[in-house]
C-alpha cells in the first residue's frame, strides 16, 4: 500500500485522476485518508477470480473513451497471470514483481530492485514497458534529492528498526547484547522502534528502563529524520534499505524473510550496508553484530566510504518516474 500511494501521489501531482481499487474493508482507510477516491470490492484479498467482474464493471464505469486511458496498477502477491489477462482488455495493465518467480501478462513491468540487473528481462517481455532497477524505487516525495549525510568521528546515535513485526524476538535479543556490552558502548544512545503490536513491547520497556541508553520509539509516521540524526542503523533487509540509501545513513541490515534476501544480498555485494544474516533460519547471532558494529564505531572513514556509495543509489525520485512512464504508455 506505501508504495502505491506514493506512486498515486506522483501521478496526482503530474495531474492524474487516481483511485484506489482495494479487497478489504481494513485496505481502505490509508488511501482515503490520503484522499483518493476508494471502491472496495468487499472481497478476500487471494479472491481474484470473483474480483473479475466487479472490477470489470468498475473500469468500465470510469467512462474511458478507450482501455488506454486506464492504467491499472496491480500490486499483489498472490495475483494469477489469468487476471491480469483479462485485465488487459479494459486497461494498460502494470504489475510491480520483485520476486521474478515467472513471466507476467502485462503491458508494464516494473522491478525496483537492485537485482533486476540478473534476469534477462528484456528477452522474457520482449513487448512490454519494463521499468527496471533502483532509479524507480516508488519512495515517499520526503526522500527525494536529501543532502549529503553528515558523518561524525564518534558513533553515537543507533537506530534500531524491526519492522511492522519481529516474529524472532530481535529486538529483545539485541538489547540483550546491548545490556552485555554496558561499559563498552555507555556513550552510544540507541533508539529501537517496534510495531505498535510487537509482543515484546513491555519486555523492550522494562529492559530499556534498566539500561539507561536505550530508548523505546512508538512507531512514526516516516523514518526520515531519525535516519538522518542516526550514525548507523541496524534493519531487516525490506525497503528500509533504500531509505538508508536515500539519506546516506550507513547500515547493518539483517533477513528476517525469504523475500528480503535479493535486497540484501544486492546491498551487501556492493558494500552498501554489512549483513547481519539470516536471522529468520540461521539464528541471531550476537558475536557478529558486535563485531560488525565495534567495527563501524571505530572507523569513520568506512562509514563515510558506506554513506557515499548509498546516496549514489537513489534520488528519492522513483515514484515521479514510475508515475511519468505509466501516464506516457500507449
Not at 491499472?72 to 487476471?83: C, E, Q, R
Amino acid at each position: 500500500m506505501r508504495r502505491c500511494l506514493n506512486i498515486a501521489e506522483a501521478a496526482r501531482e503530474l495531474g492524474a485522476e487516481v483511485s484506489f481499487v482495494v479487497a478489504e474493508p481494513v485496505s481502505v482507510t490509508l488511501p482515503q485518508k490520503a484522499g483518493y477516491p476508494v471502491y472496495c470490492m468487499d472481497r478476500e484479498f487471494d479472491a481474484f477470480d470473483t474480483e473479475i467482474p466487479l472490477i470489470c464493471d468498475y473500469l468500465r464505469q470510469q467512462g474511458a473513451k478507450d482501455k488506454e486511458d486506464i492504467v491499472l496498477l496491480v500490486d499483489s502477491y498472490w495475483v494469477p497471470a489469468a487476471y491480469l489477462q483479462t485485465m488487459r482488455q479494459y486497461a494498460h495493465v502494470a504489475y510491480i514483481d520483485d520476486l521474478h518467480e515467472r513471466i507476467w501478462p502485462v503491458d508494464t513491468l516494473i522491478c525496483y530492485g537492485g537485482y533486476a540487473a540478473d534476469h534477462e528481462y528484456a528477452k522474457e517481455y520482449p513487448e512490454a514497458q519494463l521499468l527496471l532497477g533502483e532509479s524507480y524505487m516508488p519512495m515517499n516525495r520526503i526522500y527525494r534529492n536529501l543532502p549529503n549525510h553528515t558523518i561524525r568521528e564518534q558513533l553515537r546515535e543507533v537506530l534500531v528498526v524491526s519492522g511492522g513485526t519481529d516474529p524472532v524476538h530481535f529486538l529483545p535479543q539485541f538489547l540483550e547484547l546491548v545490556a552485555e556490552q554496558k561499559e563498552e558502548w555507555r556513550e552510544i544512545r540507541f533508539t529501537l522502534i517496534a510495531g505498535a503490536l510487537d509482543p515484546d513491547l513491555p519486555q523492550l520497556r522494562q529492559m530499556a528502563e534498566t539500561l539507561g541508553n536505550v530508548t523505546i520509539s512508538d512507531p512514526l509516521p516516516n523514518l526520515k529524520e531519525v535516519l538522518q540524526n542516526s550514525d548507523l542503523t541496524i534493519t531487516a533487509a525490506g525497503t528500509t534499505l533504500y531509505e538508508l540509501a536515500a539519506t546516506g545513513t550507513p547500515g547493518i541490515c539483517y533477513v528476517l524473510a525469504d523475500n528480503q534476501i535479493p535486497n540484501a544480498q544486492s546491498f551487501t555485494k556492493r558494500r552498501l550496508v554489512l549483513f547481519g544474516g539470516k536471522i529468520h533460519t540461521d539464528g541471531f547471532s550476537k558475536e557478529l553484530l558486535r563485531t560488525q558494529i565495534e567495527q563501524l564505531r571505530g572507523d569513520a572513514a568506512l562509514r563515510a566510504q558506506m554513506s557515499e556509495r548509498l546516496q549514489q543509489v537513489t534520488d528519492g525520485s522513483g515514484a515521479v518516474r514510475i508515475a511519468q512512464a505509466l501516464l506516457a504508455a500507449d
